[in-house]
Structure formats: C-alpha cells, structure tokens
C-alpha cells in the first residue's frame, strides 16, 4: 500500500497570502488529520475530517480551514498568512479498529511553509 | 480524557549505551499506544504499537517497549544506541472502549548520541 502523500513538500509565502496544502491518505483509510509543527510549539492538533466532515478541532483561528473530498483527499488552507505561520505541516492518516475503537495513525512527511 | 506524559525532553547517552525514554499515559481504560520516531523535517514515522496484546512490543530499528497497566507506562528502550537513533520521539495514547476521542501525543523527547 502506498503511504501518506502531501504536496508540496515545501513551500515559501509571504505575509497576507495564502495557501492551501494538500494530503492523500492511505488506500481505505477515511480519516484525515493536520498538525501543526514549529520549534517552540510543538506538535499541535489542527482538525481533524471523517468521510468529509470535521470531527474535531484544535484552538487555530479561523484563518485556519481544511475540507476532505469524497476520496477522504484532503486539503488544508490558511488565509493572510503570518510570519508565525511558519511550521512544518503534517498530515496523518487513520485506521480505526473497530472491536475496540483504537485509532492508528500514519503521518506523511510534511508540508514545510515559510512565510517572509 | 486520556493524556500523555514524557519525562525529559532531552536525552542523552553514549554510543553503544542503553536507550531509556519515558512515558506515562492517563486513561480509564487500557488505550492503544504509540512511539513514533521524527529525523529533521521528516514527518513521524510509526516504531511500534501496543494494541492490546502482547504487553512486550518489538518494533523497528531494535527499540522495544513494555506495557506496564500497573504503572500506566509504556517506555521505549533499546539496548545499545547508534549514533542513527538520534531523533526526537513520541509517545501517543488512542482510547479504547467504543466513542469517538482523538488521539494525544506527547510533548516529545529529543535523543542525543555521543560518540
């Protein structure tokens, strides 16, 4: 099976831009979640899509926006870009177990944005 | 509402040392867990898995790690570190028990070789 796909894999803006990243999760998988993260923050929760709807979302402003199309594609976008925007991007892709409700994720190798 | 903890965000040991890192889980009931590996601008890379069997899991590059309930823990080791190993590695708890909840990683553990 193919792993997780994001395009690109790096990227430079500059402020006010925007952007929008793509991912592509694993053959079956139907659950999309984004991530940001930077050297100061760490790795943090953006939201997360199941069969094309948002499932939850972490504390982002609302320049902050994703969508997952009915090929559980997914795509995040993020609007008047600021220099804190800057951060590596990371997309997971999730099986769900079913007997038990346990989730594993896989990750792509990220989305690097630079924003000058 | 489960959660994750790593004691020490930066470790450091000698080439051919053991390899210790820490973490501990809240959770009510037995949850899957997780250590992922992240080299610099990679994504996180799935070492190995708890899901509810074996309580000793083997996983990639010679790391292991033990599920302890008593002790809601479930540190990696390795028995001798390469100078390869140096990553920044997480831990990352899934619930179990049926509902929804996303899954929580932790803050991260940064791991120096020392030649």
């Known amino acids: 099976k193919a792993g997780v796909t994001q395009t690109p894999r790096y990227l430079i803006k500059t402020r006010g831009q925007q952007v929008t990243l793509s991912c592509s999760p694993i053959?079956?998988?139907?659950?999309v979640s984004w991530y940001q993260q930077t050297p100061g923050q760490g790795l943090q929760f953006l939201f997360e899509?199941?069969?094309?709807?948002?499932?939850n979302k972490g504390n982002f402003p609302g320049r902050f926006s994703g969508r997952q199309f009915s090929n559980s594609r997914s795509e995040m976008n993020v609007s008047t870009l600021e220099l804190g925007d800057s951060a590596l991007y990371l997309c997971?892709?999730?099986?769900?177990?079913?007997?038990?409700?346990?989730?594993?994720?896989?990750f792509g190798p990220g989305t690097r944005l630079t924003v000058t | 509402a489960q959660s994750v903890t790593q004691l020490g965000s930066h470790v450091s040991v000698s080439e051919g040392a053991l390899v210790l890192l820490r973490c501990n889980y809240s959770?009510?009931?037995?949850?899957?867990l997780f250590w992922y590996v992240q080299y610099p601008n990679q994504g996180l890379q799935l070492l190995l898995k708890?899901?509810?069997?074996?309580?000793l899991v083997k996983g990639i590059n010679g790391f292991e790690a033990e599920f302890k309930k008593s002790e809601t823990s479930f540190h990696l080791t390795k028995p001798s570190a390469h100078m390869s190993d140096a990553a920044e590695y997480f831990c990352?708890?899934?619930?179990?028990?049926?509902?929804?909840?996303?899954?929580?990683f932790g803050t991260g553990t940064k791991l120096q070789v020392i030649p």
């Open positions: 959770s009510s009931v037995p949850p899957y």
């Open positions: 708890y899901t509810s069997a074996a309580t």
């Open positions: 053959s079956g998988h139907r659950s």
């Open positions: 997971a892709s999730s099986s769900l177990h079913t007997g038990t409700g346990g989730v594993e994720q896989y």
């Open positions: 899509y199941f069969s094309e709807t948002q499932r």
């Open positions: 990352a708890v899934s619930p179990t028990g049926g509902g929804y909840q996303k899954v929580t």
